[in-house]
């Protein structure tokens, strides 16, 4: 009974990442393609296999610089995030205050904001603050969206550890930055990984903000790939090379995080 | 209902070679139909294991489980109709406490109206009654708890109920009361109930039979009082008893017996070699120094734990605690005193084993 | 452990003003701009006139919005009628422990980490009959497929997409929340005689309540706003056929420079998904409000 149970499910599951792997595996065989090759037959394997899509984006400049400033805004976007939002979802785990539900439901409703929205605000803004073409302000416009998303996931897994442990804390006589730095991060360091992932996922995708608040010192990797489109045609080989490119960084952070996410997400909300 | 036989080893390793690779050192034992058994020892010596083993949530690594003298080593749970209480509340968040009550026979289903009369005794029997039609999960920790116990007993032909220290998240007066409506429930019901606890209070007062366990190992199987007599391990001694057993080295040379330098004459024929004297603080006595068989004494310590006196001696590089009634007039400290370790309850350990 | 209220501290204020600080400089300024052009007619930036409630009447009887957002509602739904139930059995059937579920994570975590355009540009090759590998297999097995030319295949395409690119969202935050259920409950079923679907429906099904709840409304939330991939996909075509709200309100901000109008629509749609969201959260929160109040692992 069990058996066939079992097998069951692990032929739903090699079936669905069967289905996961599809793509990306075409997006791996076309960026070892030439864009000839691409366009003009259909195979499973490169027929004329070459690496010079990604010597393109390794030795142009405005290649890999693109991944350079992506990865700068995104670290210094999911370090704000984190930072402002582990203290604030410790509030909201633990006290109640004037407007809390309220304010909780507001931090929601920014995630719920089309970036479409506010595209033309967020570079009249930027221009007149000066901060137009740099990391910061791809780092600051992404906040909006997961700022609150951290201090969502970060308040599910606070609520999950006994507030006992505050209170013996204090009364062994621990100031609060100390408690919370010392004996409480270490509690749910689990939250702060998946949380980090989440942050550094979304930042590190995320097209139309990025692109229309930068334009050449700060352009990240998602906008440099729209160059692909031009008058000439598009360049599928390249994105295809770039777009492999792209999964390595995050593939790195979620090898990292895997074990949190295994052992217990969310421990408070469930 | 059935008599349970366990003859059986288990290991969580692949290939146990020593003796620390087992969880579960090779045991023989039963069960007998409608007893009330307590499985006794520290966290970690393998209770637990066995009572998974039992209810059939873990096959054994070696060996074989039977119910009633049918091999059931690898039936399911539901097979071997047993029930099982866990050591933390398990309820069905989604439903009324009648609903989870009700649980185990709708599995297995029990027509309704039988359903409905059984739930409605158990809750009557552990007094939730009136709160059948609130939701499980508003419910505090120790009404929960009480629905888990109320789950593990609302099925009236299981073979048996096996509790996993069921009582550690109750509050210590009503923890008193429950175990007090089990012992109830056990002669009502007459079913085959098995406790793991390492509480000794509760496992004496529960069982007719107590199993103490330690590292895997089964170490005496017996009445209450047969371990407080005569425990057959200087474990049981030691874990037995407030406080514990008293252990004094000795040495058997000859047939004569010697504590320290001091000869001494056992009523009992003795084995040469190293052995122990196990002497009971309740009987070990005070008396004047000098008196015939008594070891010279210091007394360390004496403490009034309100219902008995107890007085802390050095004797020959040991020390032995016993135990003075309430009125008994106490030595001072410092005092030098006999102990009288010998007599009809003294019992005598070789390699940690009973021999006399 | 009983219900426990949280104690109040009107300080704990403090520890919310870094975030507040944070979001309001990226949430507060903009919005106000965009209520700001809502009510205006800028004919140059020189010259604004002043228009009241006008663009929101106008916006609101606009056809092709209804359109869009009942092309986008319908999108919605499915996402969500697909994503949840698919993430949730694929959490169901993830191993639980060892190398395998480690790669079966990272396997699974991959279609996130792709940039969206990216992920538009893959599956337009990716689908396409002569040189694809979805498209050429369709074609094979008999099926006039194009999403290029077919209004229901695009549609279909664009979901599908969507279905592989996000539904590892749902399965990962249902994963997680699987993996903190105690081994107690699952023992405690099997004595009880549970069947696979009682575990699941009693005791899988409420614990996930919690992480379930953040999936759909992030499903929802995303969903309603896509934008990038089906822009690149199929540019909103062929017709209307996949043109959503989001692209509709681009092409009105930037394509046609109807600034007043745009923002008018902005602030529509925004309430449009907080309305939903709003709905949702309460829905979900009622449905287990009694589950809440008892967990206490």
């Given at each position: 009974m069990t058996d066939r149970r079992f097998k069951k499910r692990t032929i739903f599951l090699i079936a669905y990442l069967i289905f996961a792997l599809l793509p990306i595996y075409w997006m791996v065989n076309m960026s070892f393609k030439t864009n000839q090759e691409i366009l003009s037959s259909f195979s499973l394997?490169?027929?004329?296999?070459?690496w010079d899509n990604y010597k393109t984006i390794f030795t142009d400049e405005s290649w890999y610089s693109g991944y350079i400033n992506s990865l700068i805004y995104v670290a210094i976007n999911t370090t704000i995030s984190l930072t402002v939002a582990l203290p604030a979802a410790y509030a909201f785990s633990r006290y109640s205050f004037l407007g809390d539900k309220h304010v909780f439901f507001w931090l929601l409703t920014n995630r719920m904001t089309p970036p479409a929205v506010f595209l033309l605000p967020f570079f009249q803004l930027y221009t007149t603050v000066g901060?137009?073409?740099?990391h910061l302000a791809v780092a600051l416009a992404h906040l909006l969206f997961n700022v609150p998303l951290a201090v969502w996931i970060l308040e599910g897994f606070m609520s999950g550890i006994p507030r006992e442990i505050d209170e013996t804390a204090y009364i062994d006589g621990y100031s609060f930055p100390r408690f919370f730095i010392t004996i409480f991060l270490p509690l749910i360091k689990a939250g702060v990984g998946v949380a980090a992932f989440f942050c550094f996922m979304f930042s590190w995708v995320e097209l139309l903000l990025a692109r229309t608040l930068t334009?050449?010192?700060?352009?990240?990797i998602v906008a440099t790939m729209t160059?692909?489109?031009?008058a000439s045609g598009m360049d599928w080989a390249t994105l295809a090379a770039a777009g492999v490119l792209t999964i390595v960084p995050g593939a790195i952070v979620i090898w990292f995080v895997r074990h949190y996410i295994a052992k217990g997400f969310a421990m408070g909300r469930v | 209902m059935s008599r349970i036989d366990l003859d059986l080893a288990h290991s969580?390793?692949?290939?146990?070679?020593?003796?620390?690779?087992?969880?579960?050192l090779p045991l023989k034992m039963s069960f007998e139909d409608g007893g009330a058994y307590a499985l006794l020892g520290?966290?970690?010596?393998?209770k637990t294991t066995m009572l998974n083993i039992m209810s059939g949530l873990l096959v054994p690594s070696h060996g074989s489980v039977k119910f009633d003298g049918q091999d059931?080593?690898?039936?399911?749970p539901q097979q071997r109709n047993i029930a099982q209480v866990f050591q933390f509340p398990v309820i069905y968040?989604?439903?009324t406490v009648a609903e989870n009550l009700a649980f185990p026979l709708k599995n297995r289903k029990v027509p309704a109206h039988q359903i409905q009369a059984r739930v409605g005794q158990i809750a009557e029997m552990l007094e939730m009654s009136h709160q059948l039609?609130?939701?499980?999960?508003?419910?505090?920790a120790d009404q929960k708890q009480k629905i888990s116990l109320g789950r593990g007993l609302?099925?009236?032909?299981?073979?048996a109920v096996l509790f996993d220290?069921?009582?550690?998240?109750?509050?210590p007066h009503l923890k008193w009361q429950l175990r007090r409506k089990l012992k109830q429930i056990h002669h009502e019901l007459k079913l085959t109930l098995i406790y793991v606890t390492h509480d000794q209070v509760e496992a004496l007062t529960f069982a007719d039979q107590v199993v103490v366990m330690t590292r895997g190992k089964v170490v005496q199987m017996g009445t209450p009082e047969a371990l407080f007599e005569?425990?057959?391990?200087t474990f049981v001694g030691h874990f037995i008893g407030s406080p514990g057993m008293n252990f004094l080295p000795a040495n058997v040379a000859e047939g004569a017996l010697s504590v320290g330098g001091l000869g001494l004459s056992a009523d009992r024929e003795l084995p040469a070699g190293e052995i122990k004297l196990g002497i009971r603080p309740e009987y070990l006595r005070l008396v004047p120094?000098?008196?015939?068989g008594a070891l010279p004494a210091t007394v360390r310590q004496v403490q009034d734990i309100g219902t008995y006196l107890l007085v802390t001696c050095d004797v020959a590089g040991q020390t032995l605690k016993a135990r003075l009634a309430p009125d008994a007039t106490p030595p001072a400290v410092g005092d030098r005193v006999g102990l009288?370790?010998?007599?009809?309850h003294t019992c005598y350990y070789k390699n940690e084993e009973l021999m006399a | 452990m009983s219900v426990t209220t949280k104690p109040v501290n009107q300080k704990a204020w403090f520890l919310i003003l870094p975030v507040f600080i944070c979001v309001a400089f990226s949430a507060i300024l903009p919005l106000m701009t965009v209520v700001n052009y809502s009510v205006q007619?800028?004919?140059s930036p020189e010259r604004r006139v002043f228009v009241g409630t006008e663009w929101f009447a106008a916006v609101m009887r606009d056809e092709d919005l209804h359109a869009a957002l009942w092309n986008q509602l319908k999108f919605s739904g499915a996402v969500l009628l697909v994503e949840i139930p698919l993430g949730i059995a694929l959490a169901l059937s993830?191993?639980?422990?060892g190398w395998k579920a480690s790669a079966t994570l990272v396997i699974v975590a991959l279609?996130?980490?792709?940039p969206w355009n990216v992920v538009g540009t893959i599956w337009q090759i990716f689908g396409?009959?002569?040189?694809g590998l979805m498209g050429a297999t369709l074609q094979r097995l008999g099926i006039e497929y194009s999403y290029t030319g077919d209004a229901l295949h695009a549609w279909l395409t664009v979901l599908l997409m969507d279905i592989w690119h996000w539904t590892p969202l749902v399965a990962l935050l249902a994963y997680a929340g699987l993996r903190s259920i105690p081994d107690a409950y699952y023992h405690a079923a099997r004595i009880d005689g549970a069947s696979k679907f009682a575990v699941f429906r009693y005791i899988q099904l409420p614990k996930m309540r919690g992480v379930l709840m953040i999936a759909v409304l992030l499903r929802f939330m995303d969903s309603f706003m896509i934008y990038t991939e089906p822009f690149v996909l199929?540019?909103?075509?062929?017709?209307?056929?996949?043109?959503f709200l989001s692209q509709y309100l681009t092409q009105k901000a930037v394509?046609?420079?109807?600034l007043g109008p745009a923002a008018a629509f902005s602030l529509i749609y925004f309430l449009i998904i907080l309305l939903f969201c709003f709905v949702l959260y309460n829905w979900m929160q009622r449905l287990g409000q009694t589950e809440k109040e008892g967990g206490h692992d």
């Open positions: 394997l490169p027929q004329a296999f070459t901060l137009m073409d740099t334009s050449v010192n700060a352009k990240p160059r692909t489109v031009s | 969580y390793k692949p290939n146990p070679q020593e003796d620390g690779d087992y969880a579960l520290p966290s970690g010596c393998g059931m080593t690898r039936a399911t968040d989604t439903m039609d609130m939701r499980a999960a508003g419910l505090s609302v099925r009236p032909d299981v073979s220290e069921p009582l550690t998240v109750i509050d005569r425990p057959a391990h120094v000098g008196a015939i009288q370790v010998l007599g009809e | 007619d800028i004919i993830m191993p639980a422990a279609s996130l980490l792709i396409r009959a002569d040189i199929t540019g909103g075509g062929p017709g209307n056929a996949t043109t394509g046609q420079f109807d």
